[in-house]
């Protein structure tokens, strides 16, 4: 094993793991916009509105990553009507917006059937109390179904991030030079694959640890209302104390 | 189906190929997570550590990522321990071995914790009951603790295979020729992507339809013992 090579490798690394988290961020932020009203039609009762959602979510959840990625980034230059699209062409011939595309499309489907059971998990009392109060069907779907679905969305939200990141790898088979690309283009210079991918592993680790972190930071904050209050007269509280 | 000129033949083994790649990595990814998940509940503390730090390794790098080291890595590994037995010849990991060995890995990791819940589950009475009618250790593990832990490790177990068979498209970048390479190969000679890895995806999907059937049987196989009688 040999130190040096994977210090000196170190700031070409960081460079690519930049382009792993702009994937990431940039695809988990669309991937939720996308999710949010397939989502809702799919937790219709209605089986006309269900079926369309259902079918792309099964489709993205049933085939590899790679197979998605290849079939937008090869597959539809295929089509005359794409490559002589002055509008479209220019977008997708660049391995970066291929992979943000399929990414996000890929993670919007997992991120719709986690959103999907949180909506379904939301307290019907919620529901018939906002009803109640006589607000609209949209409206409660707003302000009190969403809010409350994203609440319990968020832990399995969290691990489909880091799902994300760890298949932002294969954005390196299309040429770009994520962390892992950046790793093979070392390699392809070095001959150190042990060294130089061991690294790589220890940086996707280290942002796995940072993400993990993070999200169990914003759980506990957007939790606060669920928690028991603390019980007894606390210290240094004159209002306890009196 | 769309037309694959011809194609047919080459996708088939791909696909043979594929599948004989999840199942080798499946088998070795069991393994792996039987041995990961008693290692975990070992009394011996350097154990547990080797198992946690496994299980959090393989969940924070990704599958391409390992795929790759064991490949590239594996083989200049091997030659840096076959050195000082005076073999100094190159040694290189064939895609397969290596693709299910990596496969098995990832598996391995994340079945280790499913295993691990599912044995947990299993009320100790059970297996006090066993010790108390005086049968072995392995006896007890293999006819009374493993068939439950099975049935609640089975749908989890599942889920990892639905997700095992989908990253066995990325050992196709170490140059195994199972259906994501022959595809490419497709590709290659007809000049149509779309239509190719389309056919591929549907393939894929296909193999995701019957999995999901085989694993929903075998889940009610497993559950047999605690149905109901019914009237009809």
């Known amino acids: ?242 | 189906m769309p037309d694959l000129s011809g194609f047919e033949g080459q996708l088939a083994l791909g696909l043979w190929m594929t599948v004989r790649l999840a199942l080798s990595s499946l088998v070795i990814g069991l393994v792996l997570g039987l041995a990961g998940a008693a290692a975990m509940s070992a009394p011996v503390a350097p154990l547990r550590w080797i198992a946690h730090a496994y299980t959090t390794i393989i969940r924070g790098i990704p599958e391409l990522l390992v795929v790759l080291l064991i490949y590239f890595g594996a083989s200049v590994a091997l030659m840096k321990l076959a050195a000082p037995f005076g073999y100094t010849g190159y040694i290189e990991l064939s895609p397969f071995i290596a693709g299910s060995v990596a496969l098995g890995l990832t598996f391995g990791g994340y079945a280790s914790e499913v295993f691990r819940g599912a044995f947990q589950a299993v009320p100790p009475g059970q297996a006090e009951a066993a010790v108390a009618l005086g049968m072995s250790r392995t006896h007890i593990f293999f006819r009374i603790t493993l068939p439950q832990a099975w049935r609640l490790a089975l749908p989890g177990l599942g889920n990892l295979f639905l997700v095992l068979m989908k990253d066995t498209a990325l050992v196709s970048v170490i140059g195994l020729e199972e259906l994501m390479r022959k595809t490419q190969f497709a590709v290659g000679a007809t000049k149509e992507p779309f239509t190719f890895y389309l056919a591929a995806a549907l393939i894929y999907l296909g193999l995701t339809i019957v999995s999901m059937g085989l694993l929903a049987w075998m889940e009610k196989r497993a559950n047999r013992g605690l149905g109901r009688a019914t009237a009809s």
Not at chain 1, 148 to 172: D, F, H, T, V
Request: aromatic share 10%.
């Open chain 1, 1 to 242: 094993m040999n130190v040096e090579v994977m210090i000196e490798a170190l700031p070409k690394l960081l460079e690519g793991a930049w382009l792993s988290l702009q994937l990431l961020f940039i695809s988990g932020f669309f991937g939720v916009l996308i999710a949010v009203p397939l989502a809702i039609a799919r937790a219709s009762q209605n089986t006309a509105v269900k079926a369309l959602p259902y079918a792309y979510i099964f489709f993205f959840r049933g085939t590899p990553l790679l197979v998605q990625l290849f079939l937008v980034y090869y597959g539809l230059a295929q089509f005359a009507f794409i490559t002589e699209n002055p509008i479209l062409w220019p977008i997708l011939r660049e391995p970066y917006w291929c992979a943000i595309i399929t990414f996000s499309l890929h993670t919007g489907a997992y991120i719709a059937e986690i959103l999907r059971g949180a909506i379904q998990a939301v307290p019907h009392g919620e529901i018939e109390a906002a009803r109640a109060l006589g607000m609209r069907r949209s409206t409660t779907m707003g302000r009190i179904v969403l809010p409350c679905a994203a609440r319990i969305a968020l832990p399995a939200y969290g691990n489909e991030l880091i799902l994300m990141l760890k298949g932002s790898a294969l954005a390196s088979t299309i040429t770009l030079l994520d962390l892992t690309g950046m790793a093979r283009t070392i390699i392809a210079r070095n001959y150190m694959p042990l060294e130089t991918f061991l690294m790589a592993g220890v940086i996707y680790m280290t942002i796995t640890f940072v993400l993990v972190r993070g999200l169990r930071f914003i759980e506990h904050r957007t939790s606060a209302h669920m928690r028991p209050r603390p019980t007894g007269p606390a210290e240094g509280n004159p209002a306890a104390a009196e």
